[in-house]
């Protein structure tokens, strides 16, 4: 199965200022169809998961443009540009390039 | 509105069996792929399994094949996952998830609690 590594574990930002994760692969994501299926979820406490960007750097509908998603190949970022309180939560990064589907561990984004 | 909704979770003793349900709406059911994905308590995602939008095409995570089914009702707009042999690794909130743009899961339901324990 494919190994999907977040960093950091936990990100304690302050409002107003940038958050940046990071999600490795332990391989490629390219799909052979040239496609990379790598999306971004947010998990605020008590709720379920909320999906936040897909294929690398497209927002789905409704997410703030304070989200933006990059990368490449086994290397992917998901920033936050300014912090909001609402933003508050676990942040997981998905691959659904080789079956079966794995999520990072999650990322802790916590305010200062 | 796109809605799901599960329900059928509860407590269950080890080796026992239980059905999840999920009741869509919003969208048309019959069109897209459904997924249900798992997180034990205090813990990650975990992605349980797969059925095709005609429900002819199922996928499971190997720790589970076998002992779980996922199926599907496009007349009642309704997802279902079976669980037999229960044990305590199975203890966890299971979520129904609707497939998106880019495989990737777009929308959830807000889940159901199976806590498996004598």
């Known amino acids: 199965d494919v190994v999907m590594t977040q960093t950091p574990l936990s990100s304690p930002v302050t409002l107003g200022q940038p958050a940046s994760i990071s999600c490795r692969s332990s391989?490629?994501?390219?799909?052979?169809?040239?496609?990379?299926?790598l999306s971004w979820l947010q998990q605020r406490p008590g709720q379920p998961p909320r999906l936040l960007i897909y294929?690398?750097?497209n927002r789905f509908s409704g997410v703030p443009d304070r989200f933006s998603g990059s990368g490449a190949g086994t290397d992917f970022t998901l920033k936050i540009s300014r912090v909001e309180a609402e933003d508050v939560g676990v942040y997981y990064c998905?691959?659904?390039?080789?079956?079966?589907?794995?999520f990072g561990q999650g990322t802790d984004v916590e305010i200062k | 509105e796109v809605q799901l909704v599960e329900s059928g979770g509860g407590l269950v003793q080890p080796g026992g069996s239980l059905r999840l349900s999920c009741a869509a709406s919003?969208?048309?059911?019959?069109?897209?792929?459904m997924s249900w994905v798992r997180q034990a308590p205090g813990k990650g995602l975990e992605f349980v399994a797969s059925?095709?939008?005609?429900?002819?095409?199922?996928y499971y995570v190997d720790s589970v094949r076998g002992r779980l089914a996922i199926s599907r009702d496009n007349a009642k707009s309704s997802l279902y996952l079976e669980i037999n042999s229960l044990r305590a690794e199975d203890t966890a909130v299971y979520y129904c998830?609707?497939?998106?743009?880019?495989?990737?899961?777009?929308?959830w339901g807000q889940g159901t609690l199976v806590t498996v324990s004598s």
């Open positions: 998830a609707k497939y998106g743009n880019g495989r990737s899961f777009d929308y």
């Open positions: 919003g969208f048309t059911f019959s069109s897209n792929w």
């Open positions: 059925i095709k939008y005609d429900g002819r095409d199922k």
């Open positions: 391989q490629s994501l390219v799909h052979s169809d040239g496609s990379t299926y």
């Open positions: 294929e690398i750097s």
């Open positions: 998905m691959q659904a390039t080789h079956f079966p589907w794995t």
